[in-house]
Structure formats: structure tokens, C-alpha cells
């Protein structure tokens, strides 16, 4: 009986934290609804599978809870991609399934561990966390030889560049494939193509930046 209450406890905070971790934090930033049931499901599926292998296999059943951990975690990132973002939060609700499911750590214990785990996430998740940087990807239609026209090309059409690779040069349909991360310009200015490609003026019309 002792036993039971000791897991139903294990359960409760699993299922308290996963539900902070998708409905608190997740959910109100991504608005993915179709990834809810997946975080769910499988917190309390791989919390089920390591707590049993915990009573039934003893030390060999641990070893084969992380085992369990690792090939889902690949089987994750080998289906439907995802945003980085949202490999971060797969990764963090496997982790508190496996951290509440061992019986072995007292429940103090396993409360502050997700609790750590749900701080972290919520802090680097957190919108107003380098708000104005950005990634996207580029397809421009001219190909610049020199890297400062490239830069200030960028620079016109989506703001301060802070780094950028070229993926791609097409000569036949003179196109430039372009990752760029870029500092968004402040609202109500528009990016200004200057000798430095940095400045930036008060917004007056139509912008002068788009993505193609």
C-alpha cells in the first residue's frame, strides 16, 4: 500500500509539471495544439515504462529506462520536423517523465529537479528573451559577388545582419539562398541601406524590407 501511495504521489507531480510545462508555458507561446497530445502522451508513457522497469528489473530496468530515453529521443528527431524550439520542450517532458518516475528519488526530490527543469525552459523560452533576433531564410534575386553588397542587401530588406551563410548560388536563374540572422528593426523604423548597412530611420511609408 505504501508502494502505491508512493507512486500515485510520483504520478501526481508528473502529471502537475507536464501540464505547467504544456498548457502554462507551451501552448500560450507556440499555439501548436497538434504537439499537446504528443508532450502528454508521452510523459506519461515513458513515466509508466520506467516506472515499471523500476519494480520489476531493479538496476538492469534503470539502464534500460535511459536506453528507452535515448531511442525515443532519436526516434523524435528522425520523424516530422520541428521547430528547435519545440525539440527543446520534447526533450524537457521525456526528461520529467523519467525524473518522476523513479522510485528511488524521494518526491522532494523529483518536485525540485522539475521544478528546475520548468524554470529553465520558461526563462529561455521567454519572449522578451532577445526579442528582436531572428532567422530566416533568404532567396535573392541577383547574385552578389562582393560580401559587403550581399550584407547590405540584407541590411535593406530585413534589418542589421548579425550573421549570415549562403546556401545556395544559382548563375542560370541568377538567385543567392541566403540563412541570415538578422536584428529586427524597432517598430516605426524601417532599416536604412547606409555605408555600414546599420542605420536606421523613423518609418515613413511603405518599408523598405521584405522577405522573398
Known amino acids: 500500500m505504501e508502494s502505491v501511495r508512493h507512486l500515485a504521489a510520483h504520478l501526481c507531480l508528473d502529471l502537475v509539471a507536464v501540464c505547467l510545462l504544456t498548457f502554462a508555458v507551451y501552448y500560450p507561446r507556440h499555439r501548436r495544439r497538434d504537439l499537446v497530445p504528443a508532450y502528454l502522451a508521452l510523459n506519461v508513457a515513458l513515466f509508466t515504462v520506467v516506472a515499471a522497469l523500476a519494480a520489476t528489473g531493479g538496476n538492469g530496468g534503470l539502464t534500460l529506462g535511459f536506453g528507452l530515453f535515448g531511442v525515443l529521443s532519436i526516434i523524435r528527431l528522425r520523424s516530422d520536423a520541428?521547430?528547435?524550439?519545440?525539440?527543446?520542450?520534447?526533450?524537457?517532458?521525456?526528461?520529467?517523465?523519467l525524473v518522476c518516475g523513479l522510485p528511488q528519488l524521494s518526491l522532494p526530490m523529483a518536485a525540485t529537479l522539475g521544478g528546475i527543469l520548468l524554470l529553465v525552459v520558461y526563462c529561455a523560452d521567454h519572449p522578451r528573451l532577445l526579442a528582436r533576433s531572428r532567422r530566416t531564410l533568404v532567396t535573392l534575386d541577383t547574385v552578389h559577388a562582393d560580401p559587403a553588397a550581399l550584407r547590405a542587401d540584407l541590411a535593406r530588406r530585413l534589418g542589421e545582419?548579425?550573421?549570415?551563410?549562403?546556401?545556395?548560388?544559382?548563375?542560370?536563374?541568377d538567385l543567392t539562398v541566403v540563412d541570415v540572422r538578422y536584428r529586427e528593426p524597432l517598430p516605426g523604423t524601417v532599416p536604412l541601406a547606409a555605408d555600414n548597412g546599420q542605420a536606421e530611420r523613423p518609418y515613413q511609408g511603405k518599408p523598405a524590407w521584405e522577405t522573398v
Open 82 to 97: 520541428v521547430q528547435h524550439e519545440e525539440v527543446a520542450y520534447y526533450f524537457t517532458t521525456l526528461v520529467l517523465g
Open 161 to 173: 545582419p548579425l550573421d549570415w551563410t549562403v546556401m545556395e548560388v544559382d548563375y542560370v536563374r
